[in-house]
């Protein structure tokens, strides 16, 4: 079947060999040499140059395989394709990754019979597909653990392949088996089609502008038409509203177009300069502009069908913030089985292009500066360069073929600087959890540890407590002392005392909310922790509790300090007495950062701090602080801070504020002016009526 | 013989010389694909196709396009694009349902089931519905296509027959058609609905992606006969507890059918079964001539099915399996949906319902048919906090978009909506995160601020200012003692006040202009507003999103109406204001009550003086079935609790109470008090009955009750009046 010529460098090493017998051999061996060379070297000079060969392959090394016309074509693109009566899960996953594995064939001359390369050139995109391919971690150079199969023939331009020909070497590919899981890449569809012309059997093809007829969900993957564009700098002052500076637009849309800008003039048309300079685009009266970049000097960008549904416009417009107003009937827009193009352009029917000035004046301000960034975003996540092109695709079949392990939409689609609200526990309901888990961090403070669990006993919806000894060194009292209670008592040891011990997600806690309470906090009555428990389950995703404090500005610092006074505001609330839901503990143990970690343990210090941060930077929600409550340490006491009096202490907990800001980035904590209190608070109404009547003050 | 050893050495060298040299000579000048030694930018770059190309004027004209394919493909391959006319949509998204059919004689009278009549209801009372044919963007016809399984009772004949007499049906343009069962055995084609529905859109359950035309057929789910046509039964998960896990991982009881399409999924499930924490149960038994097809596993998969209860297997499992019928969908997806059973879809290539615009990998986990042996060990990898958090999305979906008919046919006409060339996007951010896309309707502004739940999604804040609203119905004359001059007073010290409206809905001339306070800095309108006072109507004037809506009587410090709004800016999507009321079960009625006494806790806040988002008057007057205004109207009474019904149908949360305030009306001496409707026993009687025919049109009881009411940070504290920030509030009694 195959034919393989071999000649080039490896029959110089043989001759090479006996050279250094025979003097007369190795003159004779030069001569041979210098003949052969300058054969091979003629005949490559020789061959009629394509129309954008500008570099010539060489057979030195690399196998040469000539297609004979005879040569059975691969079968015809199956138009019935779906993930699952196409691909062959079976391949992927061996050796037990949950991964995709992709093996790119090795590049070999392919030459028609009339000696003609069926492939013209390398092009520089595919050469960064296939490189990209091979430092990815999907990576495998054994075709036999292979899940995905890269073909080696160079199709991003149809213009750029003998179709015919290539269709035939397919066939002859080792493990190609009707394109069973072959990727196929391709940017440029031959003219007025949406799918490359090749006889690609059961492979998947990755290519730019499909329409939604050849494109088979689930199977293929669309992709953009890649623009090689360089130095973007996004300008923040767009003058214009509307540009249109495509080139190859059909007249009849052009007409239109024409139309109204007369009428409009806030739709800018720039056309091909004279010298058909690609750089440049020139407006009527005669000005030049520099191209790609005057694609930033308007806030929507027109991309119109040309030959071809997609147009590297596309890109070039998002790459300039500049926002695509998209006009192409049935385009698969790139990616978009992952990309909601929703939330980055304006997809419009073509026949609706005269509404296109009146669409853009009604965009308001914000949404469209939130459209342009996501343009932006998009573009140099996805689409800034080929690698970020193959890495995006190879994401993407790896998602089909690992379902389990697929990002989710905001994954994908929403900016990480974008500060909305993902909070963890986003259930709208108020909570129905009727009861509520104590845990009390101790350390042999036991004559207190013993009053305050015999008074968290009789709190109604008090379901269990878990005492978490954190005194590594003593033991925890015979079981025999401990208070006699008819509510769940266990306690846990801890192997170092560590204050983060107190926000461990225990397995012991089995209630959706916990109550992490001081081992002194003694003076809470049943009402008021009822109470509080009863406001967490209305507010299940915040931290709800007594104890309150804020953070103000400090002008002689320049720095943000920590404040115990009694303000009219508060944006923390310390879990000295707080209720909060389970999963906080297993985000706080999980993911705040390493840095604050060890911060928090070298300072025995800011624990709950830490924990506030960790809630509202996920939340965007202030804390709850309930009942007028304040003092705590001693009822008596009149010093107002109740965890300590240590000025020392105070600082350090300002330092704790600045330094998890600059860990965090941004400073997340909120400010509310309003505390929670029972609804017939104070009113002048029987007691016994009330549900919440012994609610202390201060 | 050295001297030819060292000639022969150094003619070596020069071959070898000659050697390199030519090697590199040729390496610098050619290009090997494939090795590291390419270097990219010498290559040259595909993007000279397009270049080439650039300069060429395309040949194809927009009225041609690209989808000339259209033409040799005929329905089946519609497209928006291509089946559908825009041109009716232009104006408004309204559905119009085709009149009963006159019925033949030979044919029972309920030719149409139960279920189809359940949807032409839901649409008939909403805001889609139109009776004029000629507005309407879509059409639906009365025949039942629901079941058009040959062999159901269900199935209705003639169909074609019956298409061509529709009036407007044109080839079935601008019609939606729904679908739950098609094709019949043994083949169960599922493209086979025994008529031809030409460019009409399917809205059908089971679809394969496949078989299903993008954007343009929409999946929609299985429902059972029982479904509610509203409201909708909550979803099971009642404690959000974490870790998720549950007595059991993955959990199937269902029948198999041994034979025939679509069987060998099922009958291979024993394997998986280990009776600890994989129950896998099946049974045989179905249908009359089960016992003719049964295999050798039968008798002992029978014994095992009885041992295990279906509804509790969906409660104590974290993962149901979902696994193909005879046809792709089953009622197993939205049972496991609703108990918060994480389902793993079994059923290759189904497309699920409405995954246009739903985000499935958050709530459903794929498996696939031909890795059946594999699916334990992929389940046992999905770790914990994504369990938590995939249970709580089944629950924010099936609340949303399944749990009543109307909830289904909404969803599937806001997806055709999104379709339509219009300025408005609703993205996937929203459609998936609660409340959801149905009440993010089409408003007049496309602005970030204008959904009160996208503060949460975009990470924005309300702006500080509010527009404060009087409705005045106001008999006597206007002195600097009237009750409205003093509120307006009290309003005009507000610092966060940007503009006052009063609604002048009163036969009495307007008060000049220096009759009423002064404003200095802040515009002030009056409207006249003829006929009966329209509370929630959307006045052009309001521009900022915070409303502050008064009654003319109302007594308010400035500090509890700044107070109420820094309150607001931290809920912005809830009511909050001062007076509070109750809804109860009243077990002697059987009917709910609706009570103005002191409680512990409260459901409704009285919108005589309350604080609100802008977009709540929009979903009112535009959205709210006409029904339910009707009511109102009847009454002229009743609005502020159907605002309240509103707002908690779509935040699932309560109103919020401020303060200590309970009354908030002036007692007047001068006999207004009498008249006022607040002293009508008839009046109160009526809010019952009001709250009642509320509950029966919204399908449920939306109100959601709340125990807390908020107050300033150190109110009544035993502290220096001089720390407090908002004094006022102190001294006002209850």
Known sequence: MKMITRYGLNSFRKLNFKASFHVTGAIILLAVTVVVFLIVYEINELKPRRKFVSKKHRSSEMDQVIIRANFVSSAERNTRCSYYSCFNPYKCGRRGISQIQVYVYPMKHFLSESKEPIVHSLTREFNTILETVKRSKFYTPSPDEACIFIPPFDTLSQTNILTKEVSQALNMLPYWNNGENHLIFNLFPPKNAAVIDLAAGNAMIAGAGFNSWTYRPSFDISLPPYSPLKNIAVQERRPWLILSSQINVHSSFMEKLRHLSRINSELIMLHRCSDSDLSYRCHQNGTRYKYPEVLGKSKFCLILRGSRLSQPVLLEAMAYGCIPIVFSDTLVMPFQEVIDWNRAAFMILENDLNSVIQLAKFVSDSRRIEISQQCSWLYSKYFSSMEAITNTTLLILNQRVFPENALFYENWNVRPNFIGARSPIFLRTKSFSTSFTAVVLTYDRVESLFTLIQKLAVVPSLSMILVVWNNPRKSPPDSSKWPQINKTLKVVRSKENKLSNRFFPYQEIETEAVLSIDDDISMLTEDELDFGFEVWREFPDRIIGFPSRTHIWDNISLSWKYESEWTNEISMVLTGAAFYHKYWNYLYTTSVPEEIHQFVDSHMNCEDIAMNFLVSNITNKAPIKVTPRKKFKCPECTATEMLSTDFNHMLVRSKCINKFMEIYGRLPLRKVEFRADPVLFKDSFPAKLKRFKNIGSL | ?734
């Open chain 2, 1 to 734: 013989m050295q001297a030819k050893k060292r000639f022969s050495l150094i003619f070596a060298c020069l071959i070898l010389a000659i050697y390199f040299y030519l090697f590199f000579a040729i390496r610098k000048r050619d290009v090997r694909p494939g090795k590291l030694l390419v270097v990219n930018d010498e290559l040259p770059s595909y993007f000279h196709s397009w270049e080439e190309e650039i300069l060429d004027e395309p040949e194809i004209g927009p009225a041609a396009g690209l989808n000339q394919e259209k033409s040799s493909f005929f329905n089946k391959k519609c497209r928006m694009e291509t089946c559908f006319d825009f041109a009716r949509c232009r104006n408004s998204f309204k559905v119009y349902v085709y009149p009963e059919m006159d019925v033949e004689e030979n044919e029972a009278l309920s030719s149409k089931s139960v279920l189809y009549q359940k949807i032409l209801d839901v649409i008939s009372e909403s805001r889609y519905y139109t009776s004029d044919p000629t507005e309407a963007c879509l059409y639906i016809i009365a025949i039942d296509t629901l079941d058009r399984d040959t062999l159901s009772p269900d199935y209705v004949r003639n169909v074609p027959l019956k298409l061509q007499s529709l009036k407007y049906w044109n080839g079935g343009r601008n019609h939606l058609i729904f679908n739950l069962y098609s094709g019949s055995w043994p083949n169960y084609e599922e493209e086979d609905l025994g008529f031809d529905y030409g460019e009409a859109m399917l809205a059908k359950a089971s679809i394969s992606v496949s078989a299903l035309r993008p954007n343009f057929d929409i999946s929609i789910p299985l429902f059972p006969r029982s479904h509610p046509e509203k409201g909708g039964e909550p979803g099971y998960v009642k404690v959000n507890n974490f870790p998720a896990t549950k007595k059991f991982l993955l959990a199937f009881k269902g029948k198999r059918y041994v034979h025939g399409i679509g069987s060998e999924t099922r009958n291979s499930l024993y394997h998986l079964h280990n009776e600890k924490d994989i129950i896998m149960v099946t049974t045989c038994k179905h249908g009359k001539s089960w016992k003719h097809w049964k295999d050798e596993r039968c008798d002992e998969d029978n014994v095992l099915y009885e041992k295990y209860d279906y509804s509790l297997l969906l409660q104590n499992s974290s993962f149901c399996l979902v696994p193909r019928g005879r046809r792709l969908g089953s009622f197993r997806f939205l049972e496991a949906l609703q108990a918060g059973c994480i389902p793993v879809i079994l059923s290759n290539g189904w497309s699920l319902p409405f995954n246009e615009v739903i985000d499935w990998n958050k709530a459903a986990i794929w498996a696939d048919e031909r890795l059946l042996l594999q699916v334990t060990e992929m389940v046992r990898s999905i770790p914990e906090s994504k369990v938590f958090l995939l249970r709580q999305q089944t629950q924010i979906l099936w609340e949303q978009y399944f749990s009543s008919i109307e909830k289904i046919v909404f969803t599937t006409f806001e997806i055709i909506r999104q379709r339509l060339p219009n300025k408005y996007f609703r993205d996937g951010l929203l459609w998936n995160s609660s409340p959801g896309a149905l009440f993010a309707q089409i408003n007049s502004s496309d602005a970030l601020n204008s959904y009160p739940f996208n503060y949460d999604i975009f990470g924005i804040t309300p702006e500080s200012n509010f527009t404060a609203i009087i409705y005045s119905q106001m008999s006597s004359s206007l002195t600097v003692n009237s009750p409205i001059y003093r509120l307006l007073r009290s309003i005009s010290r507000s610092q966060y006040v940007s503009e006052v409206i009063v609604v002048w809905c009163n036969d009495k001339v307007i008060p000049s202009q220096i009759r009423w306070p002064s404003f200095s800095r802040i515009p002030f309108t009056v409207v006249h507003s003829s006929g009966p006072l329209q509370r929630f109507r959307l006045y052009r004037e309001i521009k900022t999103e915070a409303i502050l809506s008064l009654d003319e009587d109302v007594v308010l410090t400035t500090d509890e109406i700044d107070f109420a709004f820094q309150v607001w800016l931290a809920f912005p999507q809830r009511i909050v204001g001062y007076p509070a009321r109750s809804h109860y079960w009243d077990e002697s009625k059987n009917s709910w009550g609706y009570t103005s006494k002191w409680t512990n806790d409260y459901s409704i806040v009285l919108t005589g003086a309350a604080f609100y988002h802008k977009y709540y008057d929009y979903l009112y007057t535009e959205w709210l079935s006409p029904l339910m205004l009707k009511t109102v109207e009847q009454t002229n009474n009743c609005e502020d609790i159907l605002i309240n019904f509103l707002v908690s149908h779509i935040t699932k949360q309560s109103p919020i109470k401020v303060t200590q305030r309970k009354h908030y009306k002036e007692p007047s001496s001068s006999g207004v008090f009498s008249r006022s409707p607040w002293n009508d026993p008839d009046h109160f009687i009526q809010r019952q009955t009001c709250l009642n025919t509320f509950v029966a049109l919204f399908g449920y009881m939306p109100l959601v009750r709340s125990s807390l009411r908020l107050d300033p940070m150190l109110f009544k504290d035993s502290v220096s009046n001089l720390r407090k920030k908002y004094r006022q509030i102190e001294v006002v009694n209850s």
